[in-house]
Structures are given as C-alpha cells and as structure tokens.
C-alpha cells in the first residue's frame, strides 16, 4: 500500500509542476479547479445541479443526459459532508478511489511487483493521472472494473455482479461487463467437467448465478428510468449524441480515416493518429489478453473498444487509459525485463508532467 | 430426494429476486423503445425529422430595426436565434442543419410587416446557389436563391394570417440545398448559408 501512496504524492507534485509551469499568473489555490477540462465541467454541473430538464435551461440542444450518474453523484453527496469547493472535493474524492483501484490491483497482477509499481505509476503519476485525479469518470470505472475482474477470480459471482451494476452506472459500457461475468461461469463450469449444452440448465439450476447476471446491468437500467421520468426518454443519453453530431457507423471506417489523417506539415501523428493509435494499442492488448486465455477481460475490453469506436476515435487515448483490462496486460509486458522496466517507469514519470501540462494547454488527443 | 429440497429458501429468495430485477429490467426496456416524450424533443432527438430544436428565445425586438448577425451585432441578435445558427464569425452568422429559425417578438396590433434578410451562400463544393424557402409562423413566404457573392437582401411581406394576434413572429428557413461540410458529416452539421443582417420592417404596401 507504500507504493501506491508514494506515486500518489509524486503525481501530485508533478501535475503541481506542470500546472505551475502551465499556467504563472493562476493562483496555487486554484490547482484543482485548473485541472477541470473538457468532460469534468459537465459532471461539475451534475455534482452542483443535477441533470438537465428539457427544454435546457442553458438554451442549447445539448443536455447533460450522456453522462452517467455513479461518479458525479457520489461527489455531490461529497459536497453535502466536506466544506469545500465542488473541484476540491471531487478531486479529493477521485484521489481517493484511484489509489483504491492501484491497491486493488495487485491480486491480479498475482505478485508481480513490477507490473504493481508499474501501473500505480501509471494510475497515479504517470501521463494520463490527471484523468484519474480530476472531476472524471475513469478512476470509478477502473476501480469497478478490477473489483469485478477480483470477484470473478475468486468465484463470487453475486459480487461480481455488483460490482457490475455500479460499473453500468458509471459509463454505459460497463453494461457489457456482463459477457466478462457470463464467460467466467461457463468457465468455472467447464473447469468441473460441464459440458458446452449443460451450461443453460447448470445456470437454471443456479439462482445466485442467475442473479448475478440479471443485476449487472442494473445500474444502467436505473438511470434509464430516471430519463424516462425525467424527459419521457430512457435512451436519452443516446439520443443527446444528436446534439454533438455523433453519428454511428462502422467502426474499422472511423479507425482508418483517423489512422489516415496525416498531419499538413511534421513528423508527429495528427490528433486523429495520435488517438486512432490508442485505439489499435487497445485492440492489440485485448488481442494479447485473447492469446493468454484471459477470455473474459478480452470480451470485455472488445467491447469496450469497438462499441465506441462506432462513434468515432475521439476521446480514445482517455478511453484506453481507462481501460483496467488493457492497461493491466500492458504493464505485465513492461515488467517482463528489469531494464524494460526502469525505462518504462521513467517514461511514466516523465509522462505525469508533460501530459498534465499537455492538458492544460488544451492538446486535443487527450480530450 | 425431493424436488422440493433441492433448493433452499435463499435459492428460492434468489430466484424471486431474479424475477423481480428482470420484470424491472424489462418495463424499462419497453418504456425505452416506446418512449412518452413528444413534440419538438421527439422529432430532433428520436425521429431525428429535423435539425433544428427550437430553444425558447425571447425574441426581444424593436420592429424597424435590421439586426446585425456579425460580431458587431451579437447582444441584439442573441434572443432572435432559437436553432440552426453558429457563430457569429466574422463573415456572419453560419446556419447549421437543414432549418433555422428566428423569432421576433412583435405587438399583436403591428402593421403589417415585411421580412428583411441579407444573407450569401456558404462557399463549399456543391449548389453555386442555396435555395432557401421561408415562412413565418407557418404560412410560406417564398423561395429565394443565395449566390456565394455578393450577399443578397430581400423584402418579404408577412401575411397578415401570420401576425393575426400573435406576439411572436417565428421565421423557418429551409435549405434543400444545404451541403455536408465534410464526408460523413451528420445532417445536423450541413451548411447552406451565412446570415448577415435580418429585421421587420413596415410594410410598404
């Protein structure tokens, strides 16, 4: 627990640094404030306001209907008990439950020091913190996402379950994390002799089981009745998509136009590359997490790439850094040589200034 | 063994309680695929019939007056833009979509009026002319034809069925030309025309 807390201080001086250098004439005191980019002023506004009625009262066709409630309102309850400002507490709260997800991961890296130190470097301190140390969604669902992928390896399916409803809550793909926990019983079944054809009444014949299924995306569907009261529209936030021009398609056309978006002058990957890119690490890893026989981590984290990608590529690096599944079998690779190691500590480090500092002044691949 | 031993009551709570999660589970999902909202939010966001959702401007407006839509003229112009508008950049303000709209608020004695608007068709590979087919308050005004340069200005009169008693006078603006400003770009990013000044005016009839 030493390790994680130690990377959590130094991430905090680093993304302190970077702000310092960033941004000379703002106050220190508004460290957390600055650091609330993009997405994290729409959960700020949930924290303070809750979701949006229709007509919005802002006068725009885009409501805060897209962002799911788990987080957001875990701070706003923040808000009722800490007397602090909404970014302070949020940002409290978020350090909080990335230094959990950190200390929860290390029963699946199974002793792997490295790896550990690794990817609480990463959580904590490294190029993407600022995602998981500001008003952002990412830390719950990687904290989520490990607990489930933790009840999963030791049979506890209820939890799993859980676990899961509250990951549906965070982000709609956490619903799919329900095939994670579907193929980890079949699994387990097969383990014990099962046969594919006795799966269905094996899983009859198991309420638990059965309930740890029907309640993993439960989260989701709750906030689904909460639009339907709200605006008469449980798919609202699907259909506020509209609103920012989203429009679904086919997700290997969306990863070839941005890995074919060459950039007019340099040598550096345009902002479509640099996240098209993230996206094909993420396929790369789930298809790493495939061979190594980690089949329910590797449907989840498909799903969880390509159900996205449908969308478009933006907002990918932020996406697979959130990715507990992918990002965990990166660093088990990084932490397979001790030289390897060292240097991808180093980077990481490294990394927790300039992307602190590349988010402050507004470098669009990290959106 | 008796079939009724082989479950123990937390199975037979369990499986009441799957019951009950999925009955849930399942009303949602029928209230999502037959969702109760209407009107304006339903033809944008679900049926997706237009591009342009009307947001409730005030339409303050003192009649006689020609609004400026470019920068200059952003205070008076930001209660007359329900929908379909962006900007104003330096060259006007841009429609988005398929429809714009406009709203004036207006006395319900008014003279009668005409509608005045300058405007110049986007310069985007398609229609050298955008055609644009007005109506306020639902009774049709006209077609126009926009070129690219220079900006043109025209007078419609507003029918007096249009102003009868209402203290809005709400201006669509429909695009059947409007073209996609990039491949794959969604119909509510289509662009037609920029919108330079726009105002009523009495009529000179």
């Known amino acids: ?367 | 063994m008796s079939e009724a031993k082989r479950f123990s009551r937390e199975d037979l709570w369990a499986y009441a309680a799957v019951a009950l999660v999925v009955a849930i589970e399942l009303v949602v999902l029928w209230r999502a695929l037959n969702p109760g909202a209407g009107g304006e939010y339903r033809a944008y966001y679900i049926d997706k019939t237009t591009t342009c959702l009307p947001q409730p401007m005030t339409g303050e407006y003192k009649i006689g007056r020609i609004v400026s839509f470019r920068p200059d003229g952003v205070e008076a112009a930001l209660e007359l833009k329900p929908c379909g508008w962006e900007g104003p950049a330096g060259d006007g303000t841009h429609s988005v979509g398929e429809t714009s709209r406009l709203r004036f608020a207006v006395d319900p004695d008014a003279p009668p009026l005409d509608l005045v608007l300058e405007l110049v068709a986007v310069d985007l590979p398609g229609p050298a002319l955008q055609r644009v087919r007005v109506s306020a308050n639902g009774e049709g005004l006209g077609e126009i034809s926009v070129p690219r340069d220079p900006a043109r200005r025209v007078s419609l009169p507003i029918p007096a069925a249009a102003l009868a008693g209402r203290t809005v006078v709400d201006i669509a603006l429909d695009f059947p030309d409007a073209v996609r400003a990039y491949p794959g770009a969604p119909d509510t990013r289509k662009r037609a025309i920029k919108l330079l000044a726009a105002g009523l005016v009495p009529a000179e009839r």
């Open chain 1, 1 to 367: 627990m030493l390790v994680p807390l130690a990377f959590l201080v130094a991430g905090l001086a680093l993304r302190f640094l970077a702000f310092r250098a960033a941004l000379p004439g703002v106050p220190a005191a508004d460290f957390a404030q600055a650091l609330c980019r993009w997405d994290c002023e729409w959960y700020v506004r949930i924290a303070e306001e809750g979701y949006d009625p229709f007509p919005v009262p802002a006068r725009v066709a885009g409501g805060n209907w897209a962002f799911f409630p788990l987080f957001p309102g875990l701070v706003g309850l923040a808000r009722l008990i800490l007397p602090f400002p909404t970014m302070v507490t949020a940002t409290l709260v978020s350090l909080a439950v990335s230094y959990a997800a950190a200390v929860a991961a290390w029963p699946l890296l199974a002793g792997n020091r490295r790896a550990y130190a690794l990817y609480a470097a990463f959580l904590l301190a490294g190029p993407f913190s600022v995602y998981f140390t500001t008003f952002m969604t990412e830390a719950m669902f990687v904290l989520l996402t490990i607990g489930v992928f933790l009840a999963l390896r030791q049979s506890n399916y209820l939890l799993a379950g859980v676990l899961a409803a509250l990951l549906s809550a965070t982000r709609i793909v956490g619903v799919f994390i329900v095939f994670a926990i579907v193929i980890a019983m079949f699994l387990e079944h097969r383990r014990r002799g099962g046969t594919v054809a006795g799966f269905i009444p094996e899983l009859l014949k198991r309420p638990f089981w059965l309930l740890a299924i029907v309640v993993s995306p439960l989260g989701a569907f709750v906030y689904m009745a909460y639009l339907d009261w709200q605006l008469g529209d449980a798919l609202a936030f699907q259909h506020v998509q509209r609103a920012w021009g989203r429009v679904v398609g086919n997700p290997a056309v969306y990863l070839w136009h941005s890995l074919t978006s060459f950039p007019g002058a340099g040598f550096l990957p345009s902002t479509p590359q640099q996240q098209g890119l993230a996206a094909v690490f993420g396929l790369v890893m789930t298809g790493v997490l495939a061979w190594k026989r980690r089949l329910p981590e590797a449907v989840f984290s498909l799903f969880c790439i390509v159900i996205p990608l449908s969308a478009g590529t933006i907002s990918f690096v932020r996406f697979m850094a959130g990715l507990a599944p992918v990002c965990l079998m990166a660093v088990e690779l990084l932490a397979a040589r001790s030289w390897l190691f060292a240097l991808a500590l180093l980077v990481l480090l490294a990394g927790g200034y300039f992307g602190t500092f590349g988010w402050l002044t507004g470098y669009l691949s990290l959106v």
